[in-house]
């Protein structure tokens, strides 16, 4: 069936500097993606989200970016600190339909 | 505070039992859902349930089930059908509107013996 993916299962860079985390999608009818944040034995965290209508979009640090002509979703943190670390996943959907989620990058923050 | 709590936070089971996961909402979402997580896997969905006293299967609703009696509440049974049963379980919740995130539990971890 449709899943979503992502290009690397770790990532590691050092504090300070920002991270790109990237995720590739197949079903080209979802309309809604989102990132989610999960520490060690706890549940994902919502981080941001980003509608299919929209190319970029900006929280706190965190910055998500949408090219459907690839399908490709990114995740970009500023100035990456130790608290970052942590595995993220990405999700989608079609209206209607449930979340399908990624299988996660592990992000890990060295000082 | 508003949340989803999801109890105990660890289960043990012999093998051949069925086993009940709690989950319980006080946000006053109408959609919840269940899902299961394996080490260094995604979550896959096991039931979801968008309204009272009604619910769908995921994609791997063989071997568990559910009921949604109340609003809040939406417990998970892990049957003895069910092969591998041994894994992070994950309660979540949305208002129910189209595009809204889900938000989940801490997780029930079950080890079955």
């Known amino acids: 069936g449709e899943s979503v993916g992502l290009h690397l299962p770790t990532l590691s860079v050092q504090e300070g500097d920002n991270s790109i985390i990237n995720c590739a999608y197949s079903?080209?009818?979802?309309?809604?993606f989102i990132w989610y944040k999960q520490e060690s034995g706890k549940g994902p965290q919502f981080i941001i989200d980003i509608r299919s209508n929209m190319d970029k979009r900006q929280g706190q640090r965190v910055t998500v970016l949408l090219n459907k002509t690839v399908k490709h979703l990114s995740l970009q943190i500023a100035a990456t600190q130790p608290g970052d670390s942590a595995v993220y996943f990405c999700a989608e959907n079609q209206a209607g339909t449930a979340l399908i989620f990624g299988k996660g990058t592990t992000l890990s923050v060295s000082s | 505070d508003g949340g989803i709590t999801q109890s105990p936070k660890y289960l043990f089971r012999k093998e051949g039992q069925n086993v009940t996961l709690s989950c319980e909402q006080n946000?006053?979402?109408?959609?919840m859902y269940w899902y299961r997580q394996d080490p260094g896997q995604g979550l896959r969905l096991i039931y979801y349930?968008?309204?009272?006293?009604?619910?769908q299967k995921g994609d791997i609703a063989e071997g568990y089930s559910v009921s949604r009696e109340k609003k809040e509440s939406f417990p998970l049974t892990v049957t003895s059908a069910q092969k591998n049963p041994t894994a992070f379980y994950l309660c979540?919740?949305?208002?129910?509107?189209?595009?809204?995130?889900?938000?989940f539990g801490n997780g029930t971890r079950l080890t079955v013996t």
């Open positions: 946000l006053n979402h109408d959609a």
């Open positions: 079903n080209s009818a979802s309309d809604y």
């Open positions: 349930s968008q309204i009272v006293n009604d619910f």
């Open positions: 979540a919740s949305t208002p129910g509107r189209e595009n809204s995130p889900l938000h």
